[in-house]
């Protein structure tokens, strides 16, 4: 009987489970620590760029964020390649033409370093309606690569986000929609000008802070107050608890602006299944009450 190979491909993509080793506090430590190695410079579009000012940031993210929301990468991804793009222009001035394509760049070193399925270098042309060529990206990969000095594996908030669940012991059934709606100010944060000069940590803590104050403790099976659970996380980041929570009303001021801009430019439409059941797309700024 003649000898066969049998090639089994899962549908879905298989990724690595949580190592409880990450969550010790010393690796929390080290991550505080390395931080500030990474953190972009706030004044780039003043002392940097030329031709680049802050609502041309905010459109290039958020398109960014809508290319990995269609190509259902991790949530590691997108705050990865934002830092990556805000380290590169506290650097170099860009034309204001070829902004896409370094947020295309950005998005394709990230998708390398978390993805086991990279974002395709022909599938960003598209989504940029082809306004780059695949030579112009790759040159532009080099480039980037050079002025970061090939260190990109940055720390963003996403990376204290495990650490900071864990430390409230939310029950386990609510652990997922605290960590989708976090994963969602993380987001919004990340497109937003205001927070680029804030530790990752705080934006984290406060993003937190900001989802569990939003679900209501008491509805999530937390014994303790919202005010508490600042007062814990500012303690775990070594922080001022009042600059926590002036971080926390920053952000839900800024998700209350967001919705009352998507209210007024859109029609809602309802969700698919397939839509619903996205397992790395953040939770939806509609989907909030506040």
């Not at 390398?112 to 306004?131: A, G, N």
Request: proline share 6%.
């Amino acid at each position: 009987m003649e000898s066969r190979l049998l090639c089994w491909e899962p549908e879905k993509e298989l990724r690595a489970q949580a190592d409880p080793v990450l969550l010790q506090s010393r690796v929390l430590e080290r991550l505080l620590t390395a931080q500030e190695r990474y953190t972009p410079s706030p004044t780039y579009f003043q002392c940097v760029q030329r031709e680049m000012h802050p609502y041309m940031r905010k459109m290039l993210t958020s398109w960014m964020l809508e290319v990995c929301e269609h190509q259902r990468c991790g949530e590691q991804v997108f705050p990865l390649a934002v830092n990556c793009l805000d380290r590169f222009l506290s650097l170099v001035p860009v034309e204001k033409r070829r902004l896409q394509l370094l947020g295309a760049t950005c998005l394709l070193l990230a998708s390398k370093l978390k993805e086991s399925q990279v974002i395709t270098t022909e599938s960003l042309c598209m989504y940029s309606d082809y306004s780059f060529t695949v030579t112009e990206l790759r040159s532009m990969e080099l480039l980037v690569l050079n002025k970061l000095k090939w260190d990109i594996e940055a720390v963003t908030p996403r990376d204290f986000l495990p650490y900071f669940l864990a430390l409230l012991r939310l029950p386990a059934e609510k652990l997922q929609q605290v960590r989708k709606h976090a994963e969602t100010f993380i987001a919004l944060c990340t497109t937003d000008c205001t927070f680029i000069a804030l530790p990752p940590s705080l934006v984290a803590a406060a993003s937190l802070a900001a989802a569990v104050n939003g679900l209501r403790p008491e509805k999530l099976g937390i014994a303790y107050s919202s005010l508490a659970i600042t007062n814990y996380l500012a303690q775990a980041i070594h922080c001022d608890p009042n600059i926590l929570s002036m971080c926390q009303e920053q952000i839900e001021a800024s998700l209350e602006s967001n919705l009352q801009q998507v209210e007024r430019n859109q029609v809602p439409i309802p969700k698919t299944v397939e839509e619903i059941e996205r397992a790395s797309t953040p939770t939806d700024v509609l989907d909030f009450d506040l």
